[in-house]
């Protein structure tokens, strides 16, 4: 009696390439587009957004040119012991097992950031568990392999066998379909097959019995509620009790909701923040895990700076600390942004004097983010200087400055035709970024803020010199948030206040005097080494309270 051969059942592993956009050099718009495929050439391409067009295309071409996911093919994700998904154990927490399963995929993982593209050929499970992956071809399901014990009708019958007569079987994938007779043994607990109109199959000489060959009745599987994954962690199945298990995994799948919605709510993230630090204490109490522990200490950390913020953002003060008040910066970040720059322009101001420091100070923000801005004569004229030609003169003189025409014309230009200016000092080019770590949209809120805080209506009227105006500024972002000046309400160092003014510390008194009278100060009081008072409440929207 012949055999058939068995085929061989070796299963490679899964297909796995990455297209990556990379910044050309620091200080560079241009990017560079590669593919980890051998045959593919990196390109170039002038900005972030042309180069993210050219990634999504040049993998979108794979994907159609390429063959589908192999059903035989052994997940990619599980060949890498699947360290994308699943956080390391650390040295006192249990290794949480994995298993593969599902059928194999062709799946796209991305960061959320929008910098690489990763294609793998994994199981269906792996594919689920990344939280950004989206599945774009499924393979199909594999053909079970043909039995080598079949009878075989085409070789000679042994002798005193019985050869049936009648049509011979057919060879090949059609003898894997059963055949099927009209009369077929009748049972007494089922119906005849005449009845129903149903045909058993025939059973053949030297074959299995229907009791042993025919399956079982199909059974009720039993299935597992899908496994919650919240931070990087799988929540057990077996965790008790269940409620902290069902919170645990409805949190995960509001934070990856949120993480989807296309404009920020900070009291939403204030709440689940929250929610996840007592669900996070609770769960490191049944498994007395100390990185759980930590875990809930941040989630409250991150909770209470996210409410803060809220409180900022929509003009609240927090519960205990007064009223509230409408800041034009909202946010601790863009307050520390401010004094950045004020910082800069004290360490690096080309010239002496607080007529060319306040000048520097308003062309700073114009032009911090690039190094080039655009001016107009008011923008100098509305400035407390006494010859604004000739300051502006020694800026470009300087090289500190340059202006694209003459001084005379950047003093008559009007805001329909703007003079483009330039600070090489702050331009970035590959080896330095620049001084400032804050964006496009943040500047022209800083430079804003300036113009509110110098140009002032009661600075304005009482024609206050420059000098008052730079002490005006310093007090706005050294003040907490109540408008007490220094750390704590403790006051300000009188040398500070003085180098930043450029003034000696006895004339610094009657710079004071002249914003009391503005109604910028309230309680001043100068001794021999600090300035103690407080922002009166009229410019306290104007304040950058200290973090």
């Given amino acids: ?31 560079r587009v590669s593919c980890s495929r051998p045959a593919c050439a990196a390109q170039v391409l002038p900005s972030a957004a042309a180069g993210r067009a050219a990634a999504v295309a040049h993998l979108k071409a794979h994907l159609r040119a390429g063959p589908a996911p192999r059903p035989s093919a052994h997940c990619a994700c599980r060949a890498e012991e699947c360290h994308t998904h699943i956080r390391p154990a650390g040295p006192r927490e249990r290794p949480v097992p994995w298993r593969c399963g599902g059928a194999v995929v062709l799946a796209v993982i991305t960061d959320r950031e929008g910098r ?14 990344h939280p950004t992956a989206k599945v774009v071809a499924t393979a199909p399901a594999a053909e079970a392999p043909a039995r080598s014990d079949k009878v075989r009708t085409d070789a000679p019958a042994p002798t005193g066998s019985v050869v049936p007569t009648g049509p011979v079987a057919p060879t090949g994938p059609a003898a894997l379909a059963p055949t099927f007779s009209a009369v077929g043994p009748h049972f007494s607990h089922s119906a005849t097959p005449t009845a129903t109109g149903a045909a058993v199959p025939q059973q053949a000489s030297g074959a299995r019995s229907p009791s ?28 008790r009790p269940v409620a902290l298990r069902d919170e645990l995994t409805e949190l995960g799948e509001l934070f990856r909701a949120y993480q989807a919605r296309s404009e920020p709510d900070l009291a939403m993230l204030a709440d689940l923040h929250a929610r996840k630090a007592e669900a996070f204490h609770a769960w490191a109490e049944v498994t007395a895990d100390t990185g759980l522990r930590l875990d809930a200490q941040r989630a409250e950390q991150a909770a209470a700076t996210a ?29 520390n942004h ?4 004020l910082a800069h322009v004290a360490e690096n101001a080309p010239l002496p004097g607080a007529e060319a420091r306040l000048l520097v100070v308003m062309v700073t923000l114009r032009t911090a983010q690039s190094g080039v801005g655009n001016l107009v004569g008011q923008d100098i004229k ?51 970024p620049g001084p400032f770590t804050f964006g496009r949209k943040l500047r022209p809120k800083l430079s804003g803020w300036a113009q509110r805080v110098v140009g002032e209506k009661k600075l304005r009227k ?21 408008g007490r000046l220094g750390p704590g309400g403790q006051g300000i160092g009188l040398d500070a206040l003085s180098s930043w003014c450029t003034v000696a510390p006895g004339d610094l008194p009657q710079l004071v005097d002249r914003l009391t009278a503005a109604d910028w100060l309230a309680e001043a009081d100068v001794t021999d080494t600090l300035l103690t008072g407080r922002l009166s409440e009229r410019v306290l929207p104007l304040g950058c309270p200290l973090t």
């Fill in 1 to 31: 009696m012949g055999v058939e051969a068995h085929a061989t059942n070796e299963r490679v592993t899964g297909r796995r390439w990455t297209v990556r956009l990379d910044p050309v050099g620091r200080g560079r718009a241009d990017v």
């Fill in 116 to 129: 690489w593209w990763q294609v793998m050929e994994c199981c269906s499970r792996c594919a689920a568990a």
């Fill in 307 to 335: 409410r803060l913020q809220h409180l900022h953002r929509i003009g609240q003060a927090p519960d205990g600390e007064g009223p509230a008040v409408a800041r034009l910066l909202t946010a601790p970040a863009q307050w």
């Fill in 212 to 239: 042993r060959s025919a399956p079982r009745s199909a059974r009720p599987a039993r299935r597992r509620p899908p496994r919650g994954r919240i931070a990087q962690r799988l929540v057990p199945h077996d965790l």
């Fill in 338 to 341: 401010a004094r950045a720059v």
């Fill in 462 to 482: 009482g024609k206050t010199e420059a000098g008052v105006r730079l002490l005006a500024l310093a007090l706005a972002t050294g003040s907490d948030g109540e």
């Fill in 382 to 432: 509305g400035l407390p200087l006494s010859d604004p030609e000739h300051l502006v003169g020694q800026l470009v003189e300087s090289g500190w400055l340059g202006i694209s025409g003459t001084v005379e014309e950047l003093i008559a230009s009007r805001p329909e035709s703007p003079t483009q200016i330039t600070v090489p000092s702050l331009t970035p080019d590959e080896e330095d």
